[in-house]
């Protein structure tokens, strides 16, 4: 499974990166309005941190305007990934800017129906916001779930982002439900590497090595 972070702060990102573990990057509008800059002065520095998928989202509700602001995204770097909200318009957006080689990944999906027109259109990728389906007391990882299994019925291309994680657990749970990747905040990368027991095995190892040590 891939691992994106879902963040616009340039620190984080560049943290996480030296771990070699993140395969790309996700943005939306409130992600952006956390860090200081412009939207292209942040796109363009998170281009030079991490080569691969960088999501950038637009922020036009009709199809024709999506396309525009979509076109500018993409002049920015070759690996800018357009987001487009799953509505009418957004199809129709997606259907065009793929078709002129445009990465979309459609995104704010809540249903495997979503999921299937979303992959239909030709979207590259498509976002399955796990955490506020659960919030609203769905079970987000059904979805995902769901999602998986009608792609791989019809060999649908689209590749499945599990978005909006709350926990490791979601991580889990996109692992083993056959998720393409994990889109995930800055946080929750730095828990999947730890555990209690190691941190006490790392003393323990210490502590005995500190007698090993003073042999002579
Ligand atoms: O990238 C979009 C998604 O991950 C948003 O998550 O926490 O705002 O539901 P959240």
Redesign the pocket.
Known sequence: MEIFI?TANIEQIKEAAKLGVVDGV???P??ISRVQGSFTEILNQICKLVDGPI?AEVVSLDAENMIKEARNLAKIHQNIVVKIPITKEGLQAVKVLEAEGIRCNV?LVFNSMQALMAAKAGASFV?I?V??LDDAGHQGTDVVRESVVIFRNYDLKSRIIV????SPLHIVEAALAGADIA?I?FKIIEQLVAHPLTDIGIERFSADWEKVKTRT
């Open positions: 879902d996700t943005t939306n409130t992600l999501s995104t976002s916001f955490g506020r978005a909006s994680i709350r889109t905040p």
